[in-house]
């Protein structure tokens, strides 16, 4: 039976909590990790840059894979438990490996052959162990944590909404906390100590995540999703000759009766109707309720969970390309901030730490979004309504616009100032375009997730929540093509480029102005999708 009441928050406080834990242990493992392998394992700057890069992106990938496992076999309480087990052995690993004796950079006697060979094999084996664990926490951890909440309260709707907010926070703060404490302790006590304090975060999370069992809510898998869609491929095909019915409602669906509970189907849309082929009935005679093959005619239902994934496809394409925008901070907002006055007053303040400052700026724009925006939009619309989520997500793709325009601006200024021959620029000036990227990374990634858990067919959360979350490794992935290929063609046009070593004999405004041109073209291109999306409707069948 479907339960109405209220939600507490216990559940989900336990899952958020979690999330810091994993957060901080992932980013413990993965900030240094370049420099372990080229100081401690004694690999090459390009080796060393190359693994580091390899397993960063193993752990974005994974989670697709731990989310068809969770949606088809295991379950997201299932997947997380046995994921946390093998992240934990993960991480004791890297501890073990970090505490055997290294052998010295020059040394190559068969005994120094021998160390390095154990040491390298107890290391990665953990990593990679590490990169599966933490894959499979993030396909099922995020969609346990929702599915605490019913979809049948409107405050429950709301905490949801908060609880997407919250979890994002905590991903962030795991970012901060590791790249500082965690960091600081590796480099400056030991390597060992430091990937210690990532195993202890991973054994308290698995301690937490068991002593939350009882109180856990969970749903059963739904079967393979991927299964279902080849289904209606296949069947579209298949019955590529038969006329479609004018009336919908003669196309197939499974009704089940006499069941305590009520299952939702979805409501038939009218587009990409090709695929309705797939729930023809040939046969007047078929009856609902026999077998029939699902390779040659398929549900309603599975139809429209199809229709979806074409749908949100052009949504989650915009979102990579958001990502590239939100990449800069990592990468060339801290190279222009090492080039400006990084005194603060007495304060020297290191370019990279301008992150925290990002994080502070996200944490605001939740509560300023939550708090006051939703709430004077709901009341300033008709019937209490408030933004959409799809909105939303495109408020955050306008904000980024703003964000590269204001980063090209205060390259223009900075350079003009070196020109000139003026003092530099101080830091400061890069607090603006922080501040904004903030505002647009809180409306859009927050949301994306809430919108694509919320638009996913049932056999498919865990499945759609890692792909939204992969826009963020396809983001960089692309903004490292981007930068290189920029490099390279303008290097060859006039040296030495617009990205060169010394970016005062450079032009990364013009690279801004670039990002900023594609960002609004990508809002534009959201614009349209966004436009023409359909949500999701359920209709329950008695």
């Known amino acids: ?185 590796q480099e400056n006590v030991s390597w060992a100590i430091g990937y210690g304090v990532a195993t202890a975060c991973i054994a308290l999370a698995l301690i937490g995540f068991l002593v939350g069992t009882p109180i856990f809510r969970r749903h059963e898998p739904h079967g393979s999703p991927v299964r279902s869609v080849f289904q209606v491929i296949v069947a579209s095909f298949r019955n590529l000759a038969l006329e479609l019915p004018a009336d919908s409602s003669l196309l197939y669906e499974v009704r089940r009766k006499n069941t305590q509970k009520s299952e939702p189907k979805l409501a038939h849309t009218d587009d990409f109707r090709f695929l309705d082929k797939a729930a023809i009935m040939s046969d007047l005679s078929l009856d609902q309720d026999s077998c029939t093959s699902p390779w040659r005619i398929c549900t309603v239902t599975q139809v429209e969970e199809l229709k979806i994934l074409i749908r949100l496809l052009p949504i989650w394409a915009t979102g990579i390309f958001f990502c590239v925008g939100i990449s800069q901070m990592h990468t060339t907002f801290i190279q222009q901030g090492t080039v400006m006055n990084t005194k603060i007053g007495s304060l020297s303040i290191p370019a990279a730490s301008l992150y925290s400052f990002e994080v502070i700026c996200v944490t605001f724009w939740v509560f300023l979004v939550n708090k006051v925006i939703i709430p004077v939009t709901r009341a300033c619309f008709a019937n209490g309504a408030e933004m959409t989520q799809l909105q939303r997500i495109g408020i955050g793709r306008f904000l980024m616009i703003f964000a590269m325009a204001i980063a090209a601006f205060l390259e223009m200024k900075r350079l003009e100032s070196v020109q000139g021959g003026d003092q530099p620029l101080s830091i400061a000036w890069q607090l603006p375009q922080y501040f904004i990227i903030a505002g647009a990374e809180c409306f859009t990634i927050i949301t994306q997730l809430e919108f694509f858990h919320g638009q996913a067919p049932d056999s498919m959360k865990s499945m759609l929540t890692a792909f939204a979350l992969l826009t963020t490794a396809l983001g960089n992935y692309f903004s490292s093509a981007i930068i290189t290929l920029i490099a390279r063609v303008t290097g060859t046009w006039h040296s030495p480029g617009w990205i060169p070593d010394d970016l005062n004999k450079g032009h990364l405004d013009y690279y801004y102005w670039c990002l900023a041109a594609i960002s609004a073209v990508n809002f534009v291109v959201y614009i349209y999708f966004a436009s023409k999306y359909k949500l999701k409707k359920a209709v329950i069948q008695v």
């Open 1 to 185: 039976q479907v339960k109405t009441k209220q939600s507490g928050w216990r559940a989900p406080s336990i899952i958020l909590g979690l999330e810091c834990l994993e957060s901080m242990a992932f980013n413990g493992i993965a900030t240094n990790l370049v420099v372990y392998i080229r100081s401690v394992l004694h690999g090459g700057i390009a080796s060393s840059a190359s693994t580091s890069s390899l397993w960063y992106g193993t752990s974005f990938f994974v989670p697709i894979l731990g989310a068809t496992i969770a949606d088809t076999y295991w379950g997201n309480y299932k997947t997380v438990l046995i994921s946390f087990i093998m992240y934990l052995l993960g991480t004791v690993f890297i501890t073990v490996g970090a505490f055997l004796p290294s052998a010295p950079a020059l040394c190559n006697t068969e005994s120094c052959s021998s160390m390095n060979g154990t040491q390298h094999l107890v290391y990665f084996s953990g990593l990679y162990l590490t990169a599966i664990g933490c894959g499979g926490v993030r396909s099922a951890l995020l969609p346990l944590g929702a599915d605490q909440f019913n979809n049948d309260s409107s405050l429950d709707i709301q905490k949801r909404r908060n609880f997407f907010s919250l979890f994002y926070i905590c991903v962030i703060f795991g970012v901060i906390t590791s790249g500082t404490i965690v960091v600081w302790i």
